[in-house]
């Protein structure tokens, strides 16, 4: 069985700071991916990075970056310069196979 | 690149009903994925379609049900409707099981 745990249901950080998101997993797996997904109001899930965990190298995408601790089964997400539109529930996700294991997500709220 | 479709957008059913959910993968995604977003439930894996097989299901009853194309789109059917199956159920599609999964807008279905 896998599971992710997001701790923060709710974030804020104000307009052009940096806010990091925490995401821990668990899986038996050796091979498996690691996700993040935003979700705006408007409800549709977007992709925001990936990360493999055979890399040791964190993914980086524009100002979303990761900081992969494999040993300590963590996953959380720095996004840097914040904007208004990057307000949305946040949800780390496991792909060890077949299926997405969803954290119970994060609230962030980026406020002008 | 058009992406995932799903339809209808809402769906309004009374306890006991059918409802049928429909999703068109992007082109070339051979694998479609569904869950369901309930209220303080999160996301959670109902079912994987591959290649027109069923590969695997979530923790949910028979009575959620679908199938999938030769086109690669897919259908996902609840029957004897039940008020707890209100909720928003989206459809994901990818290129293989290890690849990350692009999600559509959702269907918002409402029973009464």
């Known amino acids: 069985a896998q599971t992710v745990t997001q701790s923060q249901p709710e974030m804020s950080v104000q307009e052009a700071e940096t806010v990091t998101l925490s995401c821990t997993y668990d899986t038996s797996e050796n091979n498996y991916y690691l996700f993040w997904y935003k979700q705006p109001p408007s409800r549709q899930m977007i992709l925001v990075i990936r990360q493999e965990a055979y890399k040791q190298q964190n993914a980086t995408e524009n100002r979303f970056s990761v900081n992969f601790q494999k040993a300590a089964k963590s996953f959380s997400l720095k996004i840097s310069d914040s904007q208004l539109g990057d307000t949305a529930m946040y949800f780390c996700?496991?792909?060890?196979?077949?299926?997405?294991?969803f954290g119970g997500g994060t609230r962030l709220m980026v406020k002008p | 690149e058009a992406g995932v479709t799903q339809s209808p957008t809402h769906l309004i059913k009374t306890r006991g009903q059918q409802a049928t959910l429909r999703c068109s993968p992007i082109s070339g995604h051979t694998s479609v994925y569904w869950y369901q977003q309930a209220l303080g439930l999160g996301l959670q894996f109902l079912l994987w379609y591959d290649e027109g097989e069923e590969r695997n299901r979530g923790n949910f009853p028979p009575r959620f049900s679908g199938r999938q194309f030769p086109n690669y789109s897919s259908e996902l059917n609840v029957n004897a409707l039940e008020l707890e199956d209100s909720a928003l159920y989206l459809c994901?599609?990818?290129?293989?099981?290890?690849?990350?999964?692009?999600f559509g807008p959702g269907t918002r279905l409402t029973v009464l």
């Open positions: 996700a496991l792909n060890a196979g077949n299926m997405l294991t």
């Open positions: 994901a599609s990818s290129l293989g099981d290890r690849f990350e999964q692009f």
